[in-house]
Each structure stands twice: as structure tokens, then as C-alpha cells.
């Protein structure tokens, strides 16, 4: 693997030197983007408003617009000189029940590696984060820009996860939701009873990305001038509109299955 990220993780008056690691990696199938009337590629180009050339990537800057003509251009620096004191150190500032952390707030996870081998302020950190349950929550600057994240342990490796920021939250006040809906004991009884059918231990291993598998299928089968067998989607139909039933059927199904 190849490090994004080098700088240290802090907390109190302990400093790690870390590099950090993407965690991640997508399983999406990579195709092009083609001309369909001759199926050559279209490539992307960074091209002048003013002059309609093409622009060097080294010959592009970022810039901030304050009138119709005008813009201020912003460097590397500056987006250090905003936040210098984050710029090469994940500073935790607090420590939470990773627990209150909700699903949506969380972005993509990385990897921390210590400077050496058996760091012992990193080893120290993890067995600490495991005997406490809980997570470190800071902020850190990753490619120019400002991320919360919260630090937590999966087994002996030190995980820096981004989070968002408050405010990227919407607020739910425009969905058409009501909020007074009447469910009736019973209804609820058998709603517990099916969820706690269905409940099991998380084990992701459990679960493939069969839709690239099966679109894999067919691009190999259109290679060979073969034309693909598509699967027509069966909805299942409940048997009666009334919900209690409805619950009733699915706790009985899952039995049979």
C-alpha cells in the first residue's frame, strides 16, 4: 500500500508518528466513457474559457471569486497558514462512546501504521481504546481541507475514520412523514418477534457485490456475440393489506425457510 498521509496522532502530551492508508477500495467495474458513433474515448480536457486552449495541470491554480473578474489565488501555504497546528497532526481532542457516533455521519476509514514496528505509545493507545470502548474524536487536514474523524481501534490497528461535520447533515423538517401514526401493541409484539427472527451477528464476509459479478457476466457474453439471459425481477405479494397479517405471513415464512 502507499501512504496519503504523513504526520503524527496526538493525544494529552503523547505524539505518534503515523502514516495513514486508504482502508478502502472499490469493486465497481471500470469502463470509459465512449463515442457511441464510433466507440473511440473521450477524454476530459482542462480547456481556457478566455482562449479555448488547453491548460497544463501544473499551469492550474485554485482561486477564490470576489467580483465578476476577479479572484483571489489561494497556494498550498495558505491552506496551511489557515489551520498550521492541523496541517501534519491528528490532535484528539476528546474521547466518546463510539456507539453515539450515528452511521450517517461516517466517510471513509484509513489506516494508521506507527513510524516503527513495536511503538509502544501506539500499542498503548489501542489496548486503552479497547479496554474503555471508546473512540478518539479529532481533526485533522487532508488534502487541503479540514476533517473531523474519530480514531478507533479494529484489532491491533489504529483506524482514523472521516466523519461529517454537523452541518452536511439536512435537517428532516421537509420530509412528508407523520409523526402520529397509531401502531397497535400487537402489531408491534409481532414487528419485535420478526426482527428478532431475522437478528443475527454482523459478518460482512457474508455479502458479494453480485451486481458487478452478474454485469461482468453479461459484458463477457455480449464479447462473444452471446446474448445475456436477463433476470426478471418477481415482487412477492402479500396475500392480505392488513399489516398485522402481513407480519404474521413473514414470521411464518421465515420459519419455513
Avoid at 486503552?128 to 479494529?154: D, M
Avoid at 461529517?164 to 418477534?193: P, W, Y
Amino acid at each position: 500500500m502507499r501512504s496519503i498521509w504523513k504526520g503524527s496522532l496526538g493525544f494529552g502530551l503523547v505524539s505518534i508518528p503515523v502514516k495513514l492508508y486508504s482502508a478502502v477500495q472499490t469493486s465497481s467495474i471500470d469502463l470509459d466513457m465512449l463515442d457511441a458513433r464510433d466507440h473511440e474515448r473521450i477524454r476530459y480536457q482542462r480547456v481556457n474559457e478566455k482562449t479555448h486552449k488547453e491548460v497544463p495541470y501544473d499551469k492550474i491554480v485554485k482561486g477564490y471569486k470576489i467580483s465578476d473578474d476577479d479572484y483571489v489565488i489561494v497556494e498550498e501555504a495558505d491552506f496551511e497558514a489557515a489551520s498550521p497546528e492541523k496541517s501534519k497532526v491528528v490532535e484528539i481532542e476528546s474521547f466518546v462512546d463510539i456507539e453515539d457516533v450515528n452511521p450517517m455521519f461516517y466517510e471513509t476509514s484509513y489506516y494508521t501504521e506507527p513510524d516503527t514496528k513495536n511503538n509502544k505509545a501506539y500499542a498503548l493507545l489501542v489496548q486503552a481504546l479497547k479496554k474503555s470502548g471508546k473512540a478518539g474524536l479529532a481533526r485533522f487536514v487532508l488534502r487541503s481541507t479540514e476533517s473531523l474523524c474519530i480514531v478507533h481501534p479494529v484489532d491491533h490497528v489504529l483506524v482514523i475514520t472521516r466523519i461529517r461535520f454537523g452541518q452536511e447533515i439536512r435537517s428532516t423538517e421537509d420530509l412528508n412523514i407523520g409523526d402520529d401514526v397509531t401502531v397497535s401493541k400487537k402489531e408491534l409484539d409481532v414487528g419485535l418477534a420478526l426482527i428478532n427472527q431475522y437478528a443475527e451477528d454482523f459478518d460482512v464476509s457474508k455479502f458479494k457485490d453480485e451486481y458487478n459479478d452478474e454485469l461482468l457476466k453479461i459484458i463477457k457474453a455480449k464479447a462473444k456475440g452471446k446474448r445475456p439471459t436477463i433476470k426478471k425481477l418477481k415482487p412477492r405479494k402479500a396475500k392480505s393489506d392488513d399489516l398485522y397479517e402481513q407480519l404474521m405471513e413473514s414470521l411464518k415464512t421465515k420459519k419455513g425457510a
